[in-house]
């Protein structure tokens, strides 16, 4: 589970800010939106972040996607190869500094800091820690090429030469099968982001789930519960040979193996609903195709399923940029409201720390509301008058109780709206 993630001098970010998933003190919603850990500490099941266009919400997104394939590829890469980091630009303080990321995060129920600070040239610094029992206690630091290794990562011994400067030394030791390392990149490659606009890669996902029972049966339902009248999903295989354009049609998904005979497979998904008469009785059934006939929104939820189950039943971190860009209001209420009413031994998963959690970028006001969310799910991304990204949360602000956070932040209280010029001013020559 996330509990904090810190970014700087990034895209749009030049000083470090923190998203943090630790609920506050507030009881509200804490027996659904929250997920408590132990006494002293709970976590939020969702977060959302709100923002006028270009003030930074993709870019805080796109830092947890570099940071993730980052950690799991840098020592593979050649000792050539840059580092696609891309610092703030708008500033000359920032041109010669290095880009800084660090994510807490828990696993098995121990708690981890890691971090990083890295140009396109080299790791100018790296640091694991974790709390064993009250206190942080250090797993390893690096200066540069300089590596200190705690007593309790002796998995790292020996393995500070083999780092490359454009590598990290975490991912070096997991590539040496070190177990602490594993773990940790196993957390980073949990992490799943997707795309609300363009939903091509969970697609594949979902499609490809669709042979296990479980995600199977979580889809229709899923679908169901949307009100989408569908009955049932069916997949057709149509196998391809290598002649087969590689154009993908609208409405089908490929997938071609080298070195076959064949090229490959081509997938229709069918949708199933129900065919009535004059006198509205069950005659028969449609087939409908998923990519040509139904929605827009019915692809959306369709590809969102299968990352939302895994996210769900195996604990998992799972990030939606313009989550709403496609979904009708209550649908994305309903499919937040899947991550705030899971609750694993209900669903027979004996395992209560198995809690997934949902970061969300947006525009849709209509489900900021306190009915749904607590202010500390709330999040804000503003830029200053020299384009730099601020990121801030609503349990900042005073917010009488009962006050409808929609309406205030349409109306301009807690920032992060556009500003709008003066319309007439595109009518004068």
């Not at 196993?186 to 609300?196: E, N």
């Not at 937040?336 to 525009?363: C, M, W």
């Amino acid at each position: 589970m996330l509990i904090e993630l810190k970014v700087g001098n990034f895209l749009s970010f030049k000083d470090v800010v923190t998203l943090s998933m630790v609920a506050a003190a507030d009881k509200e919603h804490r027996e659904t939106n929250t997920i408590p850990v132990n006494d002293k500490l709970s976590l939020l099941k969702s977060a959302a972040i709100y923002g006028a266009n270009a003030s930074g919400k993709t870019n805080l997104i796109r830092a947890v996607s570099f940071m993730r394939g980052f950690v799991l590829t840098s020592s593979k890469e050649s000792s050539t190869d840059e580092i696609p980091v891309e610092k703030f630009r708008l500033s000359t303080e920032t041109g010669d500094a290095p880009s800084i990321f660090e994510v807490t995060f828990l696993i098995d129920g121990v708690r981890y800091r890691y971090g990083f600070q890295a140009d396109k040239k080299k790791v100018h610094h790296e640091w694991l820690f974790y709390v064993p029992t009250t206190r942080e206690a250090t797993l390893f630091t690096r200066e540069n090429n300089k590596i200190k290794i705690g007593t309790s990562f002796k998995e790292g011994r020996g393995l500070e030469e083999k780092t490359r400067p454009n590598a990290l030394f975490l991912s070096v030791v997991d590539q040496f099968n070190g177990e602490t390392a594993g773990k940790i990149l196993k957390w980073f490659r949990d992490i799943f982001i997707i795309s609300g606009i363009s939903e091509s890669k969970q697609e594949v996902l979902t499609v490809s789930k669709l042979e296990e029972e479980d995600y199977k049966n979580f889809t229709l339902k899923f679908l169901k519960i949307a009100d989408l009248a569908i009955k049932e999903i069916r997949k057709t295989i149509i196998p391809l040979s290598k002649e087969t354009p590689s154009v993908i049609m609208p409405g089908r998904i490929k997938f071609f193996i080298p070195g076959k005979k064949t090229g490959g497979v081509e997938l229709q998904i069918k949708t199933i609903h129900q065919k009535y008469d004059r006198d509205n009785q069950p005659v028969s059934e449609e087939n409908f195709d998923l990519f040509l006939d139904e929605s827009a929104g019915t692809q959306a939820l369709f590809a969102f399923s299968a990352p939302i189950y895994d996210a769900l039943h195996n604990g998992k971190v799972l990030f939606i940029d313009e989550l709403t860009s496609k979904l009708h209001p209550l649908l994305t209420r309903t499919l937040i409201e899947v991550f705030h009413r899971y609750n694993p031994a209900e669903s027979g998963n004996s395992d209560t720390k198995r809690k997934g959690q949902l970061i969300f970028a947006g525009h849709d006001t209509n489900i900021l509301s306190n009915q749904f969310f607590r202010r500390d799910q709330v999040w804000f991304t503003q830029k200053d008058e020299y384009g730099a990204t601020d990121l801030y949360s609503l349990e900042e602000y005073r917010v009488r109780k009962g006050a409808s956070f929609s309406k205030d932040y349409i109306m301009g209280k807690y920032g992060a709206i556009p500003f709008i010029g003066d319309i007439e001013s595109l009518f004068c020559e």
